[in-house]
């Protein structure tokens, strides 16, 4: 957002201040829960696998341990050093967990840094990681996997992270205010980069080699700059916050616009977003650099700031989980909801025929445009274990100090996500061990799209199967996707399914 475009949102913020909190609408059979509150400006939040929550606040650099709605017994985790926190947008920005967790204790998280320049770095845990209802979580041994950043204005870093279902890294980066970087492969502004945290050594120090970074499976720009090579899309100016759709793989990003609009973005492999030669619909020029004409993707959807829009917040594709108490109907699977720091507005799209557009209403939401209302200051979203969308709101709706709070969106209907039927849903592999090869054999109450996947034990994908069936098999060679036989050793086959939790199964391979 621009320093003009808070300022007046400060304002108006200000001007219309009253006590307490708006309440927040929802749809019938929906409510929202606070689970925890007087936290200074939390700004972004990761789940453990165990249902246990990091929340990483904004000015004081600390990281808080959430379990049970109470802070962790050793609160903080820790606290970041030498962080910058002197403009709105400066400070401790995203966090995520290592999807190999507790194997591997890790926790990440990315923040501006004294010396005009952002870090992205890398906690070892210690204490309770393996205890679900544990609060004593130590993060230390930093190790800096990237320390050069460059932040020389104090607005537009980025810095959303999440992990990606192959289990990369994806991380986030404005355009540091110089938009013409936005379109340089060499700078690592603007852009989303993809990462490798899985050949990075134990322990602390750093910084790590920009080569020890690059997937193996590889991203779409290749040397010899190292920058370029953990680039996966480019053209993006603010863009704050993403989503990882837990079945399919898919990003859908929020990019903060400058003066005209905001937009959502499905991001692919090498493709570029426009920026600063697109905003939103949008053709425009920028000093300093001249377009070339190049092929740019539309956005999936822009909001024209008239309308309120001041800083979207790209937040989650809806997926139930496994054994959720809380999951929501099978009307939402796939929906990607998003809301705005300022306008407190949420709503969702929808893909239907294989394009994006706006969600019919449901009956009883708030308005015709508004799946939920009240959710101003809105920062990050998360779908939590028991299947209720969890979102963080950085304060008090007069942004009164350390008035922050952890929210969820919990589902009260009788859900339709076919629960009951989970022991009838099965992936079973045979003959386990295998040697040569072994059947993955599937069975679903439903039918629609079924995505098989084998991962080795540091998470990386080896092979991929698709089919459309509620029953059938595959047979696995004991192959990667390449052809090149993988290792003795145990592999985890995932089964997903559009509207069910997934389902996952060990394999032994033997020689
Ligand atoms: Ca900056
Ligand atoms: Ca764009």
């Not at 922050?404 to 339709?416: E, L, M, Q, S, V």
Request: with cysteine.
């Amino acid at each position: 957002m621009s320093r003009r475009a808070i300022l007046a949102a400060l304002v108006a913020a200000c001007l219309t201040a009253r006590p307490g909190v708006a309440q927040v609408l929802l749809p019938p059979n929906f409510v929202d829960d606070t689970i925890l509150g007087g936290l200074d400006q939390p700004n972004a939040m990761a789940f453990l696998p165990d249902g246990r929550l990091f929340v990483t606040e904004l000015k004081t650099g600390r990281i808080r341990l959430v379990v049970n709605g109470h802070v962790g017994s050793t609160d903080p985790a820790i606290t970041v050093d030498s962080l910058t926190n002197d403009n709105i947008e400066r400070g401790l920005q995203g966090i995520a967990i290592d999807p190999r967790w507790p194997t591997y204790p890790y926790v990440y998280t990315c923040y501006t840094h004294v010396g005009s320049r952002m870090v992205l770095v890398r906690y070892t845990a210690t204490g309770d990681v393996s205890n679900p209802s544990g609060g004593n979580i130590v993060l230390g041994s930093k190790r800096t996997l990237i320390h050069d950043f460059v932040d020389n204005a104090d607005n537009h870093n980025g810095l959303g992270l999440r992990f990606g279902t192959d289990g990369t890294l994806l991380m986030t980066t404005g355009d540091d205010a110089d938009g013409c970087t936005a379109q340089v492969l060499g700078s690592l502004g603007g852009k989303l980069l993809r990462m490798d945290v899985t050949r990075i050594p134990a322990g602390g120090g750093g910084p790590v080699p920009r080569a020890l970074l690059i997937p193996t499976s590889g991203n779409p720009f290749v040397g010899p700059d190292s920058n370029a090579c953990l680039v996966y899309a480019q053209g993006l100016r603010n863009p704050w916050r993403f989503g990882v759709d837990a079945m399919t793989g898919a990003i859908l990003l929020g990019d903060v616009g400058e003066n005209t609009y905001e937009e959502l973005d499905e991001i692919f492999a090498g493709h570029n977003y426009g920026w600063p030669y697109r905003e939103g619909p949008m053709v425009r020029t920028y000093p300093g650099c001249t377009d070339p004409g190049n092929t740019y993707d539309p956005p999936l959807i822009s909001m024209d700031r008239n309308t309120g829009y001041t800083a979207v917040i790209g937040a989650a594709v809806y997926r139930p989980v496994m054994n959720g108490i809380a999951n929501w109907p099978t009307l939402y699977s796939g929906n990607y909801f998003y809301g705005d720091y300022f306008m407190s507005r949420l709503r969702r799209l929808v893909k239907t025929g294989g394009v994006w557009g706006p969600a019919t209403a449901v009956p009883g939401q708030p308005n015709a445009q508004d799946w939920a209302t009240g959710l101003k200051f809105v920062v990050d979203f998360g779908v939590g274990k028991d299947g209720s969308l969890w979102w963080l709101k950085s304060y008090d709706d007069n942004m009164t100090s350390v008035t922050g709070a952890i929210h969820r969106i919990r589902y009260t209907g009788t859900t339709d996500v076919p629960l009951a039927s989970l022991g009838a849903k099965t992936l079973r592999v045979a003959p386990n061990p295998f040697q040569d090869q072994v059947d993955l054999e599937w069975r679903l109450t439903t039918t629609g799209p079924v995505l098989i996947e084998v991962f080795d034990m540091r998470g990386r994908r080896v092979r991929r199967f698709e089919a459309e069936a509620s029953a059938g098999r595959v047979v696995w060679d004991g192959r990667d996707d390449a052809g090149r036989p993988v290792g003795t050793g145990v592999y985890l086959a995932r089964m997903r399914h559009a509207n069910d939790p997934e389902q996952i199964a060990r394999v032994l391979r033997l020689r």
